[in-house]
Every structure is written in structure tokens, then in C-alpha cells.
């Protein structure tokens, strides 16, 4: 994962759910989200929803 290694910008759009869910699930997994809390408060919106 290029987070890990070090990418701290990436040029995307903020509207696609898909892209969103997977940046704010590599940052629980990468233990950049304390407690897990944007991660939590993304699931209870049902962002993770497959479509």
C-alpha cells in the first residue's frame, strides 16, 4: 500500500464512495484513524454497502 509507504496526497474525486470507503478502511488497518472512529462513523451510514 503506497499509504504505508509514505503518500500523504493523492489527487481523487470525494464523490466516489468506492474510493472513499477504501482510503478510510486502509486508515483503520493502517492504525491512522484512532480508535477507529471514521471507520466506525462510515460504516453506521452504510458507506461500506455493496452496490
Known amino acids: 500500500m503506497c499509504m504505508e509507504a509514505g503518500l500523504d496526497s ?3 474525486d470525494p464523490n ?3 474510493l472513499m470507503a477504501l482510503i478510510i478502511g486502509a486508515q483503520a ?3 491512522k ?3 477507529c472512529a ?3 462513523k462510515a460504516f ?3 458507506m461500506f454497502e455493496v452496490k
Do not use: E, G, K
Open 10 to 12: 493523492l489527487i481523487m
Open 16 to 18: 466516489d464512495d468506492r
Open 29 to 31: 488497518l493502517l492504525n
Open 33 to 35: 484513524d484512532p480508535y
Open 38 to 40: 471514521r471507520y466506525l
Open 44 to 46: 453506521r451510514q452504510n
